[in-house]
């Protein structure tokens, strides 16, 4: 599945690289993490997400309510194209997701633009919740950290 | 009265209570299970039986049902139960705002909650965490469930009820659409026969839309399989179920079963009940989380681990109207409805603590179809229990085939024996075989 969108930070371009190229600071716009270990460039987390939204569908399914996702990925930045890569691979509930991100960022010293796409392979979930549910899923999770992460560019979010 | 014939396949909690509900009311009902008394998730889950509190939140229905049986269950098989009593406590850190929710969630749905002073909880579970802020006590006890299960078959029996254990449905026998059978494998000598029934009840569990598919190309029941680890500590810590006070989550609860803890659970999902593996992460998750509500599962460890799997069944699948969730919990299929053949219904879902309830839900839904007025009783017979008196120690003995010396070390404590805890399962399962004599 795929996913694209932009957005400004009124911040010049070295901010967005630091916070978003160190996954102790970006790992703060993932919802409610439990345990990180970053070594280097490469990092493992653990977070938890409100699934009771779509794990609702099912008959007493309710101690489904918040699920563990966990993760292992790396952050990579490309001065020469000015591209954050983060890619990785994890699984929740059993089924494995991979999720590969970039964002090629452009502007002045002032205000700084991400035009960002992520390839988000999820196949296992799509077979149990639906399609329809996992993109709806995917892009409000989406939605939500990359309001945080434009809110903590900005300083309105310490 | 009916003089139908009826097959339940699959002896866990749900079958044994349909078999059970089904006996009581004068009908011939037969129990066919492939293996041996908790051979599929019933002997493979969490221990508890539920207040109902873990669910009074998100699922008000599941709460009410669990809080109505934990109390029946309680007070016709009280050899099964023990009441621990359960607390839900939040630590430091932790969204404090859930309390209020919780606490009316609970209330609203019947089940008795009250605020515990954290310094009283120390004193009373002095291995529970200093970092406890809020802790509420509920009604949660916990359940044996080999017992159980041996007991509900033992008064099925003692209504008529045959019991087949090691008895595997391998086929149905069919014609013009409609079930008239079942074709089984005694997995001990391998003989196989056809035997007839008017009606068969799939309570087959996590095993259920399989032996749909493969023996009946039925693939209406569109299920997804969920197994839990639990890791099992080798001290108990608590006298009461140690629940963490948040939604519904992995690694939020400690079982105290019997001289052991478990901890659990986790949840992923599998493809096949029979055969799937489990992640050695979950146990160090387990073991961590479980820390947080005891600090002193940390000098411990694992002693051992299980896994159970549960089905998932979607709560709007269209069924053409042939499917009734009774209940938030469980549903039942009449597969003449829904796929066309009849003779036969599927119940699946539901919780070890809603067996009974369940049992009497699908026997009413049978009962009325075939007509039968009498009222289900369950929730007031006295599961039977084999009775452990020096007077009938000639009798057990031989309808157990073990010599009567043996059986008086295993069953009688004395002054300079004190075998009680360590034969309590040998204790357990010799009392099951009078299932079989
Ligand atoms: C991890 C986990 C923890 C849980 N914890 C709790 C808890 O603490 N409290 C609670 O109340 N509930 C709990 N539950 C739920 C509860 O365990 C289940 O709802 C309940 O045990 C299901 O019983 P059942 O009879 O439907 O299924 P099962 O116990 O699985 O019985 C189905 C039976 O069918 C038999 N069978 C399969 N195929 C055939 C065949 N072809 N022929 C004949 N027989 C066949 C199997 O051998 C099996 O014995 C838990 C579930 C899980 C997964």
Redesign the pocket.
Known sequence: MELSGSFSANVGKDKVVQLLSNPNEFSKCVPNVSEISVNGSNFDLRFKIDASKYTGKFLGASYLSNINVKFSGSIAYSPSDSTISISGGGSAVGVKFSINISLVLSGDNNITKADWKSDVNVGGFAKLFGESMMNQAMSENVDQIISCIKKRLEGSIP | MSDAKIAV???????SAIVHDLASRGLDVTL????TIG?????R??????SGARYAVNDPKAAEESILDNEVISKIAPHCVEDTGGVFMALKGDDQSFADKFESACKHAGIPIEQIPTEKLLQEEPFISKDVSIAFSVPDKTINSFRFITSLLLTAKSEGAKIRLG????GFDVEDKAVKGVKVKNNISGEIETLKFDLVIN?????ASK?LSDYLNINSIKMVL???T?VVVNRRFAKRVVNRLRLPSDGDIVVPYFTESII??TSFIVDNPDNFEVDEDDFKFLLAEGAKLIPAIKEYGMSRYF????PLIAADEDTGGGSRSISRDFKIFDHGVTDGVSGILTIVG????T?RLMGKQISDFICDKLGVKTQSNTDKIKLLWPDLSADNLKNLSKSLLVSESLLKDILFETESKTYGDIYSPVKDLLLSKELFS
């Open positions: 396949i699959g002896g866990g909690s749900t079958g066919i299970e492939r293996g051979s599929g998730t019933s002997g889950f969490h221990g508890l039986l539920h008895n595997e449905v391998i309570a087959s569990g996590a095993w032996i969920s197994a839990g639990m659990g659970t896994a159970g799997v549960r539901g919780k070890l603590s067996a």
